[in-house]
């Protein structure tokens, strides 16, 4: 099973569309919850589960996530080049252009 995290946010966006102000972003606390409860399902069943990234930009939030599934098996990190993310970055916030703003709130990120 593949825990997606763009999925995860979506699902979370969706709890809140009755809210009289649905957050702008989806909190990455929520989203870590909503993934520990998928993860819960799995457990139960013995599935096994890849992440495909993981929530946050916080090593926090990736060592919450280790807290509670434990070491895992394995590690792959798959990479690609930077224009190419660039350019996916720019496709999730819906930008037609890399600014000088996007540069300084993604340093660090690609």
């Avoid at 989203?31 to 069943?45: D, F, G, M, P, R």
């Amino acid at each position: 099973h593949v825990i997606d995290v763009n999925q995860a946010i979506e699902e979370c966006k969706k709890k809140h569309e009755g809210d009289e102000e649905p957050p702008e972003t989806i909190p990455t606390e929520e989203v870590l919850e909503h993934i520990i409860n998928t993860i819960e399902s799995l457990k139960q069943t013995k599935s096994k589960f890849v992440f495909d990234t993981v929530p946050g930009t916080d090593p926090a939030h990736f060592d919450a996530l280790l807290d509670y599934v434990g070491t895992p098996d394995y590690v792959l990190n798959i990479d690609c080049d930077l224009g190419v993310r660039k350019m996916r970055y720019l496709a999730k916030i819906e930008a037609e252009e890399w600014t000088d703003d996007i540069e300084e709130q993604t340093k660090g990120l690609c």
